[in-house]
């Protein structure tokens, strides 16, 4: 079955780097991109790609079954929740059940 | 913004009436997608569509219909509401321009008594 794995919590202090991991068992996966959620409001892209990309303080790593973000001076803002999604066609985008980031003080 | 709307924002009905959820793009987009979103599970595909009235079915179909007549729009029905459709909905589009990703509406919180 084709499945994205996500740790459910992560906890960060602030100003510091912290990374999100995710792996999947997506056939045909050639697709990685990074969500962004805050409850109430529209999954935000943050950055995508077959390779290592950054847009601003988001940076993705990628492998052929995995990637990781990183965000960088990480902010009480920044609480909130990440999917990791793959895709492999044109419909087929497997999401990933969201890690929440705890950002301690 | 992409452009996406869902209406309503938000509806509580009870258990064997019909819904219907709206999404709504301006940009006349060809692909849009319904999406359920429950704790532990991520965001689930339900149906999407590749032009106005070609439809196919996602993960979790069943007990959902979808019809698009116009391209700036794409429903999602409920025939008969159960608990277990109470859920956020969310609406996607995934531009021509942009062949791989997706932009979310923000949501429709659905709660079937």
């Known amino acids: 079955k084709d499945q994205v794995f996500q740790p459910s919590t992560v906890a960060s202090s602030e100003g510091a780097v912290v990374e999100i991991f995710c792996n999947h068992s997506?056939?045909?996966?050639?697709?990685f991109f990074w969500y962004l959620h805050f409850p109430g409001c529209a999954p935000r892209l943050l950055v995508k790609?077959?390779?290592?990309?950054q847009q601003g303080r988001y940076n993705m790593t990628y492998e052929r079954f995995s990637s990781s973000l990183l965000i960088l001076q990480v902010r009480e803002a920044d609480a909130a929740v990440y999917y990791c999604?793959?895709?492999?066609?044109?419909?087929?985008?497997?999401f990933g059940t969201g890690t929440r980031l705890k950002v301690l003080a | 913004d992409a452009g996406i709307t869902q209406s309503p924002r938000h509806k509580v009905t009870e258990t064997g009436t019909p819904v219907t959820l709206r999404c709504h793009q301006t940009?006349?987009?060809?692909?849009m997608y319904w999406y359920r979103q429950d704790p532990g599970h991520g965001l689930r595909l339900i149906h999407y569509?590749?032009?106005?009235?070609?439809?196919d079915k996602g993960e979790v179909s069943d007990g959902y219909s979808v019809s698009r007549s116009k391209t700036e729009d794409f429903l999602l029905t409920l025939e008969s509401a159960t608990s277990s459709q109470t859920s956020v909905y969310f609406c996607?589009?995934?531009?021509?321009?942009?062949?791989?990703?997706?932009?979310f509406g923000p949501g429709t919180r659905l709660t079937v008594l």
């Open positions: 940009e006349n987009h060809r692909y």
């Open positions: 790609g077959s390779k290592p990309s």
């Open positions: 999604v793959c895709t492999s066609g044109t419909y087929k985008y497997i």
């Open positions: 996607a589009i995934r531009p021509d321009r942009d062949a791989d990703t997706q932009y």
């Open positions: 569509s590749y032009g106005v009235k070609d439809t």
């Open positions: 997506v056939s045909n996966a050639y697709n």
